[in-house]
């Protein structure tokens, strides 16, 4: 099976659930146009993957792709095993991994729900190389990597 995106999301406002939408275009240097996490910095799209999500949802909440603030939910693809610098194409867009995890520096609704976040641990950050349009269901591939 093939990684693929299930939901692209976004916020007007930071610390925020993003909302999914049916497509996001994405600015080389940027992040995703109108998200309140695009800017000049290493943080400017978010990645998790589905099989997190799911983590949460055998504990018995109620979460959905954009619940954790992550702006591209996948799957089929381990996204905190993947290195610093790993460069990936996902839709028109190529995006180079930044960051792996997140400190939480203030408790979220999900962690007082179920004592844990999984954003923290497994979420990914990246900047973007190369924009152009995402939609969900479009292929994501690790650039010089023919397996997941």
Known sequence: ???????VCTSENKGERKRPVSEVNVTAGKGIDGDAHAGDWHRQVSLLAME??????????????GDFAENITTIGINLPSLP???KLKVGETIMEVT???????????IYY???DCVMPK???FTRVV?????VSGDIVEIMGDSSL
């Open 113 to 115: 729900q179920a004592g």
């Open 122 to 124: 497994e979420g990914i």
């Open 130 to 134: 190369q924009g152009g349009r995402i």
């Open 84 to 86: 610093i610098g790993t």
């Open 52 to 65: 997190s999500i799911q983590k949460m949802q055998n504990l018995g909440l109620s979460v959905y792709p």
């Open 1 to 7: 099976m093939s990684a693929s995106v299930i939901a």
């Open 99 to 109: 960051q792996i995890g997140k400190e939480c520096h203030t408790r979220c609704a």
